[in-house]
């Protein structure tokens, strides 16, 4: 009989121990950082981000020093203005930008070369959304800096305005550019350019897709200081603004190509 009892103590113990550890498992997965995958905006959409588009060997870490400058509303869907500054993480080999809820959710690529990995843009933006720059510094870390954007949206998907005018096919390819000497509000001296390009996303009915895959600023010899590889969702007409360390010495070039092989090729001064 004192077996029995003995006995039925243990496994009464037991199951106490296996609810608990399942009950723990269960929080677990119901927690904010599983469910999340530890992504301070809390996106559902951050998962299949990460998978998309890093490795699954990539070290990838939330970092709030990579830093990004939007406004709190995009009252033009299709001309949201972004500040990204990846300058606090050492050595960037290259800066991705990622908006959650856009239909095509890869912004653009920009390697900095000789160029601060700072960077200013503007893009389309569908909807409220989260977004990402992910910055990959010398000690091969992706790091992550986040915010949100609310929007009306549907930047995406409505035509800009030379594509509405007809007026694209005059000026496609123009470069326009101005450098800026440091000032009050900044240490460094600033580039800013241009390129006139309708930057179709596709998502219009009868509109393809049209927009420059590649931008190379070059110094007087020909050496490259910095390389955008912009994708659909940015703006129509795409101005860009960098920083240098020390300032240019002599003219720039600005060279690069679209998907349907219109090449740019432009001084800039």
């Known amino acids: 009989m004192c077996n029995r ?30 469910q999340f995958g530890g992504d301070p905006q809390q996106s559902l959409q951050w998962t299949s981000l990460r998978a998309e588009f890093f490795k699954p060997s990539d070290k990838v870490e939330f ?71 992910a910055a990959l510094g010398a000690d091969n870390v992706w790091h992550v800096g986040s915010t949100f954007i609310e929007a009306a949206g549907g930047g995406c998907t409505v035509p800009g305005a030379t594509r509405a005018d007809g007026s694209w096919p005059k000026t496609l390819g123009r470069v326009a550019s101005r450098l800026f000497d440091p000032n009050h509000l900044r240490n460094d001296t600033r580039l800013r350019l241009q390129v006139s390009h309708p930057m179709d996303t596709g998502l219009v009915e009868g509109i393809p897709a049209f927009y420059i895959q590649e931008l190379v600023l070059q110094d007087s010899a020909g050496q490259p200081l910095a390389k955008i590889y912009p994708f659909e969702p940015i703006s129509e007409n795409p101005l860009f603004s960098f920083d240098f360390y020390t300032p240019p010495k002599g003219e720039m070039k600005l060279v690069g190509h679209d998907n349907n092989g219109n090449e740019i090729n432009a001084q800039v001064q």
């Open 5 to 34: 009892m003995y006995q039925f103590k243990n496994w009464a113990v037991a199951m106490i121990v296996l609810g608990t550890a399942l009950s723990a498992n269960v929080q677990a997965a119901n927690s904010p950082s599983d």
């Open 63 to 133: 970092d709030e020093r990579v830093k990004i400058d939007v406004p709190p509303y995009a009252e033009d869907a299709m001309n949201v203005p972004v500040t990204l500054d990846a300058s606090a993480i050492e050595g960037v080999k290259k800066v991705v930008v990622l908006v959650d809820r856009n239909p095509i959710r890869k912004v653009l690529e920009y390697i900095p070369i000789a160029v601060r990995p700072t960077l200013n843009f503007r893009f389309k933006l569908q909807q409220a959304s989260p977004i990402r720059v």
